[in-house]
């Protein structure tokens, strides 16, 4: 029943979104989370469930703010049937599993490291190049452009804000995402997808140079 609830709660708040975070991408997230969990064996199925259904809500991309992000999650865990261990476990790991600008952060539990491989899986791979272009697009940055360095350390600010590209969100964080795994079942997930970008931009680099067949 709770996780019927779930769904349709987020359902309604990220149906329609056109930024690569909508319903598909967290119901891909929530199948990939309930893999590696299965193949790991480890970790609490119905808490790697709920986080990672809930996992973009209280995202400030998609919110006004930090706070009315966390405010909305946690309006919303309040409605439903969980124990206060529960909803604090939930909150606990979506609050830590976000990439932000590559900034590493703790993992406290083998749930959190599950969820949040399957939300990295997600950025990778063919759906990865098609969601790194819906959300370039929708905030303005161009495709590419030669004259723009790729950033290297940046602070959340900077990764949010900063001048960039499509192609150049490719070095700033995809195609370091494979490394920052936790799990061997997401790892090996993640080979084939790592190789799709990689074969992708020497393509992408070919046709800009007008050598591409």
Same mark, same amino acid.
């Given at each position: 029943?709770?996780?019927?609830? @779930? ?11 056109? @930024? ?6 967290? &119901?891909?997230?929530?199948?990939? !989370?309930?893999?590696?969990? %299965? ?5 609490? =199925?119905?808490?790697?469930?709920? *986080? !990672?259904?809930?996992? &973009?809500? =209280? ?7 930090? #706070?009315?992000?966390?405010? %909305? $999650?946690? @309006? ?18 979506? #609050? ?7 900034? /590493?952060? @703790?993992?406290?539990?083998?749930? *959190?490291?599950?969820?949040?491989? +399957?939300?990295?899986?997600? *950025? ?5 190049? +098609?969601? +790194?272009? !819906?959300?370039?697009?929708? /905030?303005?940055? =161009?495709?590419? &452009? ?9 602070? $959340?600010?900077?990764?949010? /804000?900063? /001048? ?8 700033? %964080? ?16 993640? *080979? ?6 990689? $074969? ?6 070919? #046709?800009? &140079?007008?050598?591409?067949?």
């Amino acid at each position: 029943m709770v996780i019927k609830e @779930t769904e349709e709660f987020v359902r309604h708040e990220l149906g329609e979104d056109a @930024t690569g975070h909508d319903w598909f991408h967290v &119901d891909r997230v929530r199948r990939n !989370a309930l893999h590696i969990c %299965k193949e790991e064996q480890a970790g609490d =199925p119905f808490i790697i469930e709920m *986080a !990672a259904l809930l996992h &973009d809500i =209280p995202d400030e991309k998609l919110n006004e703010s930090t #706070e009315k992000g966390k405010q %909305k $999650l946690e @309006t919303f865990l309040e409605s439903v049937s969980l124990t206060d261990s529960d909803k604090n476990h939930i909150v606990k790991i979506i #609050e830590s599993i976000s990439y932000k600008g590559g900034r /590493k952060t @703790t993992l406290e539990s083998i749930e *959190a490291k599950i969820v949040q491989d +399957a939300d990295r899986l997600d *950025a990778i791979g063919a759906i990865g190049i +098609a969601r +790194a272009f !819906a959300y370039g697009g929708k /905030k303005g940055q =161009p495709i590419y &452009d030669p004259s723009i360095t790729v950033r290297k350390e940046m602070s $959340l600010e900077e990764y949010r /804000k900063g /001048k960039s590209t499509s192609i150049h969100h490719f070095y700033e %964080k995809l195609l370091k995402l494979r490394d920052l795994l936790n799990t061997e079942a997401a790892k090996n997930m993640a *080979a084939g997808r790592h190789q799709m970008m990689v $074969l992708f931009l020497e393509q992408f680099y070919q #046709e800009w &140079d007008g050598q591409g067949s």
